[in-house]
Each structure stands twice: as structure tokens, then as C-alpha cells.
């Protein structure tokens, strides 16, 4: 005996196949840092003359991160979380961290050149002589 479909049920065992492969398969794409536990961070970096161009903002113990653009912002690009933090560096300054608190969107930090201190004398009672090579 066979068993003839009519498109109505053909349509219905369509419409079925559809909503469980939808309702049962987990779907992953870009989610809406308005649904994650955490937050958008954005802010400026600048020293005493102004904004910075190239200041790395990362967050500590991970390789996630971000520079800033020519006018010193930046958005950091995952949500973070309270008792998170930045380290703001650049090369020739003194590297900053920064805490995320609960009420913190938007950051604005100034940071300052590195001292670098030599001590001590250079050696000049002997001159210095290359070797010749031949």
C-alpha cells in the first residue's frame, strides 16, 4: 500500500522540519553588548601638548586590546566588567592603569613622560680602536 502526500501535509511536515531545526540548533553570531553583563568603554588619551596618536589601551593579563586614533579616542572592542583594568602605554611614557568601576563609560586620562636617569661616567682615559679586518 502506498502512502500518497498532499501538499497540504507536505507544506506542514516543511513548516515543521524548518522550526526544529531553528528551535533546536544553538545559533552564534555578534551579540549586543546591551545583553552582556558588561559595557562599552570608550575615552581619550592625551599628554601636556595634546591627543595621542598610537596609545595602546589593553586590558591586563590578556592579549585583547585597542590604539587610539589621531584624535587620541578610543572604543575598547569587548564589554568589560567592574574591577577590570586598562594599561594605557606608549612608548616614552609612564604606563597607566586605569580600574573600571561601576559608573565608569567614558575615560579620560593624561599620561606622562618617563624619566630615564643614567648613572655614572662613561669611560674616556682609553680610546677606542676598531680591529682591521683584511
Known sequence: ????????????YTALLVFAIFAFVPMHGQSNTATQKGKTIKG???????????????????NMGVVTNEKGEFTFPVALKTGDV??????????????????????ELTIYEEVFEFTGAPNSEKRYKSKRSN
Do not use: H
Open 1 to 12: 500500500m502506498k502512502i500518497q502526500f498532499t501538499s497540504t501535509r507536505k507544506l506542514w
Open 86 to 107: 586598562l594599561l594605557i602605554s606608549y612608548v616614552g611614557y609612564k604606563t597607566k592603569e586605569f580600574k573600571i568601576k561601576d559608573n565608569t563609560t567614558f575615560i
Open 44 to 62: 581619550v588619551i592625551s599628554n601636556d601638548e595634546g591627543p595621542i596618536l598610537g596609545a595602546n589601551v589593553t586590558l591586563k593579563d590578556s
